[in-house]
């Protein structure tokens, strides 16, 4: 698995070019094209006027993000990057789904989430609806700070959780590809307290040197493809946890495997992948399953 095209879905406000120019480590490795997509919102723009949808504000929301895209691709010309462009009129999710089907890249990228609580458990965040939909790797974009600092080298320290899954395996793959962007990653995983057999010290430490010894076989893989790994078992709620480890190792990114659960039980249970990608406030990296078919 290797992220060659990169498709960059900007509502300029969310995701600017500063964004975009911290994922162009990704040339060291095998980045070579650059896809820009916005997506104009009937609903919104009608909303903002207080009226029925306006014709002329669609017309001049498509020159504006042209002007943009022009400018942006200037600067990627420059650095010997392919580019492409597209500015749609519709709803988020299904236009970006049909620029996946037009353009096949390896990567997305898209912003966080702006729906309430109440909103995404009705009509579901726009980021679990895109995990859910795309057979492509999603990169979920956050600035680092309050103030909107934009992470210099999202793929610098990455944070690998692994749950020995297919998505886990597919996404170890994808990071071993990016041994000249990593500098170093951190690798976890977390057992939940009520997958202990016994509640004694040394049932935990059965435990740990168990998930251990796996993470220092793996760690051993990412050295041999030329990546300084370090193994980390923790135990408790697995969202929790994986948000202290990205804090405790500074972090610059979540990397995770994206398992699939049906619509209606996502919407009631969630997943761990998805409220991670929804509330941390670190940039996460989802994988889906081998097979999987945009939808």
């Not at 650095?79 to 789904?97: K, W």
């Not at 309430?116 to 009509?123: D, F, I, N």
């Not at 990114?253 to 996502?266: D, F, Q, R, W």
Request: glycine share 4%.
């Amino acid at each position: 698995m290797e992220i060659k095209k990169l498709l960059f879905v900007t509502k300029f406000e969310e995701l600017c070019f500063d964004a975009l120019k911290s994922l162009l480590t990704l040339r060291n490795a095998d980045l070579e094209h650059v896809v820009f997509l916005n997506v104009i919102e009937r609903d919104k723009i009608a909303m903002q006027r207080g009226s029925g949808y306006l014709k002329d504000e669609e017309i001049r929301l498509k020159e504006t993000a042209n002007i943009r895209f022009i400018d942006w691709a200037e600067n990627l010309f420059e650095m010997g990057l392919e580019v492409g462009a597209h500015i749609d009129v519709g709803t988020l999710v299904p236009r970006i789904i049909k620029t996946i089907e037009e353009e096949q890249p390896d990567l997305i990228v898209i912003g966080r989430s702006h729906k309430g609580p109440l909103e995404q458990l009705y009509s579901r965040s726009d980021v679990a609806e895109l995990i859910r939909r795309a057979a492509v790797p999603v990169l979920v974009f956050k600035h680092m700070a309050e103030d909107d600092i934009v992470p210099e080298k999202p793929f610098q320290r990455p944070l690998l959780a692994t749950n020995w899954s297919e998505p886990s395996s597919r996404a170890t793959e994808l990071m071993k590809k990016l041994h000249n962007v990593i500098e170093e990653l951190n690798i976890i995983h977390v057992t939940s307290s009520k997958d202990l057999k016994g509640s004694s010290s040394h049932d935990v430490q059965i435990v740990r040197k168990k998930e251990r010894k796996k993470l220092d076989a793996l760690c051993e893989e990412f050295e041999s493809a030329g990546i300084r790994a370090r193994p980390h078992v923790y135990i408790g709620d697995p969202i929790k946890e994986i948000q202290k480890a990205a804090r405790e190792y500074q972090s610059s990114m979540i990397v995770l495997g994206s398992s699939e659960k049906t619509a209606m039980l996502e919407r009631w249970t969630g997943s761990i992948t998805k409220t991670i990608a929804d509330r941390s406030s670190f940039p996460c990296l989802l994988v889906p399953p081998e097979g999987k078919t945009t939808e």
